[in-house]
Structure formats: C-alpha cells, structure tokens
C-alpha cells in the first residue's frame, strides 16, 4: 500500500496564479483533511471530510475549496494565489469508526507564491 | 478557546540525556491524544496515541507518554534520546470527536548533539 500520496511535492506560484493540490489514499477510509504547516504554528486544519460527499471548513478556510471526488481523493484547490498561502500543505486520512481513530498524513507539498 | 499547547519551542540535549517534552491541552471534555514526530523532510508519523485505559503509554523507539487529566497534560519522554532523534515534535489532541479533526500544538524542535 502507499497509504496518503500527494501531487505535486513542490510548486511555486505567482500571486494570482490557481492550481490545485491532489491527494489520494489507498486505505478504504472514508475521513481526509487538509492541513497547512507554518513555522512556529504547528498544523491547521483547512478542510476535511468526513465521508465521501461531504465536505466541512476547518480552522483557516479563506482561500482555499476542496473536492471529494471520491473516497480516495481529496484535493485543495486555491483560485487566486496570495503571499500568505506559501506553506507546507499535507494532506491525511483516517478510517471513520465509533471511536476515534489515528490519522495518516501524506509526505506534504511545499508551496511558495511570489 | 480550545488550544493545545507546547512549551518547548526548542530543545538541545546530548545523546543518552533524557527528555521530556511538555504539552497542555484546554478542554473539559473527552479527548484523544496523540504524539507525531517529523523527521527532516519526511511527513509526520505516528509515536504514540491514548484515547483511554492506562495513562502512561507506550510507543514507538522507546518514547512513552503519560496523560494526567487532572494537570491536561500528555508530556512525552524517553530515558535516553539518540542523535536520530533529531526531529521536530507535535503533540495532537482531538477536541471535537464529532468533526474527527486534529488540534495541533505548534511543535518542538529537538537537537540531539553526538
């Protein structure tokens, strides 16, 4: 299994400038999230989802939207760029059982926008 | 708010030093705890995780970690660290068992010196 993967590792951008960061998971769990990880701030979440088709903001949405195109893959999209959004993105996954489970992060995407 | 919080920001110790790593949480409620480590360029990884039974627990490469609930803390130690224990250091906590997500704190540098 390669368990969380992310496309691509790195990216630079210039403001104004949309792309969209892929993630993918081959652990038939039904929860993913995205996370961006700043120095100093630890992870913040950006979005997650619960189950496929459902999709919830998190702590530092503004910017950003996500899709669920299925159970595997979750992707973040930003439409226009900023400064502020240069960060480490990971995505993760966890299974969805009546008691919480770990989650399983991907190995990140270095994003820098000028 | 609720909040996770990891007083070390950075620590150096010499090989076969112990360490102990603080982190507190806020919150009254049931919560699920974790440790993630993240070695130099690679993505996070799972120490050690309690979410009830005994409170000390045990993970990964000799780390363990004892959660009092009456001090909200998870600190994590380890008798004797190791120059490949080099890596930065986030303790999680799950605040919110409906939404499943993670509150991270902002992490902790440790330096092992040969």
């Known amino acids: 299994n390669a368990g969380v993967t992310q496309t691509p590792k790195f990216q630079v951008l210039k403001t104004g400038q949309s792309m969209t960061l892929q993630c993918a998971q081959d652990?038939?769990?039904?929860?993913m999230y995205w996370y961006r990880q700043d120095p100093g701030m630890g992870l913040r979440l950006i979005y997650y989802s619960a189950s496929e088709g459902t999709t919830d903001k998190g702590e530092v949405p503004n910017g950003y939207n996500v899709s669920r195109l299925n159970k595997r893959e979750f992707s973040l999209r930003l439409e226009s760029a900023a400064p502020s959004q240069t960060s480490v993105y990971f995505c993760?996954?966890?299974?969805?059982?009546?008691?919480?489970?770990?989650?399983?992060f991907g190995p990140g995407t270095r994003l820098t926008v000028l | 708010a609720q909040s996770v919080s990891q007083h070390n920001h950075h620590v150096i110790l010499s090989e076969a030093a112990s360490l102990e790593l603080g982190c507190n949480y806020s919150?009254?409620?049931?919560?699920?705890l974790f440790w993630y480590v993240q070695y130099p360029g690679q993505h996070l990884q799972l120490l050690l995780k309690y979410f009830s039974g005994d409170p000390l627990v045990k993970g990964i490469k000799g780390f363990e970690a004892e959660f009092i609930k009456s001090k909200f803390s998870f600190n994590l130690r380890k008798p004797s660290v190791q120059w490949s224990d080099t890596a930065e250091y986030f303790c999680?906590?799950?605040?919110?068992?409906?939404?499943?997500?993670?509150?991270f704190g902002s992490g902790t540098r440790l330096q092992v010196q040969p």
């Open positions: 652990m038939n769990h039904n929860s």
């Open positions: 993760a996954s966890s299974p969805r059982t009546r008691s919480y489970n770990e989650q399983f």
């Open positions: 919150y009254g409620g049931t919560v699920n």
């Open positions: 999680a906590v799950n605040l919110d068992t409906g939404r499943r997500a993670l509150t």
